[in-house]
C-alpha cells in the first residue's frame, strides 16, 4: 500500500553523472515532503538533500550541494536527484524517504523508506 521504489544507479566515472528516480503511490508522496539518503558498508547513513511537498523548498548537505539537484514532479508521483560531478566519496546505497517532523536532515524525521540503489564512481 504504501510504496516508494528508486532506481537510476549505477556504475559511473569521476566526473560523471547520473540521475536518480523515486516513484511513490500517492498516499506516500501528495503533501508529503521527502528526502534522500545515502549509506556506505561500515558507515551511518546520512542526509543528502531534502524538498518540500510543492518542490518550492530544498536543502542539500554540504558535501553535495551545487553538484546535485533534488526536484519532483508532483503529477508523475516521482522525487528526483541529479549528482552531477561525480567523486568516488559519493559511492553508497541511496535511498528516497518520505518526511513526517522534526530535523529533516536525521533519518528519526523519516517514516518510510524505498529499497536502495547503489551508485557507484570510480576513480
Known amino acids: 500500500q504504501v510504496q516508494l521504489v528508486e532506481s537510476g544507479g549505477g556504475l559511473v566515472q569521476a566526473g560523471g553523472s547520473l540521475r536518480l528516480s523515486c516513484a511513490a503511490s500517492?498516499?506516500?508522496?501528495?503533501?508529503?515532503?521527502l528526502g534522500w539518503f545515502r549509506q556506505a558498508p561500515g558507515k551511518e547513513r546520512e542526509f543528502v538533500s531534502w524538498i518540500n511537498w510543492t518542490g518550492a523548498r530544498t536543502d542539500y548537505a554540504d558535501s553535495v550541494k551545487g553538484r546535485f539537484t533534488i526536484s519532483r514532479d508532483n503529477a508523475k508521483l516521482t522525487l528526483y536527484l541529479q549528482m552531477n560531478s561525480l567523486i568516488p566519496e559519493d559511492t553508497a546505497v541511496y535511498y528516497c524517504?518520505?518526511?513526517?517532523?522534526?530535523?529533516?536532515?536525521?533519518?528519526?524525521?523519516?517514516?518510510?523508506w524505498g529499497q536502495g540503489t547503489q551508485v557507484t564512481v570510480s576513480s
Open positions: 524517504a518520505r518526511y513526517i517532523r522534526g530535523h529533516y536532515h536525521d533519518t528519526s524525521g523519516y517514516d518510510y
Open positions: 500517492g498516499r506516500t508522496f501528495i503533501n508529503y515532503a
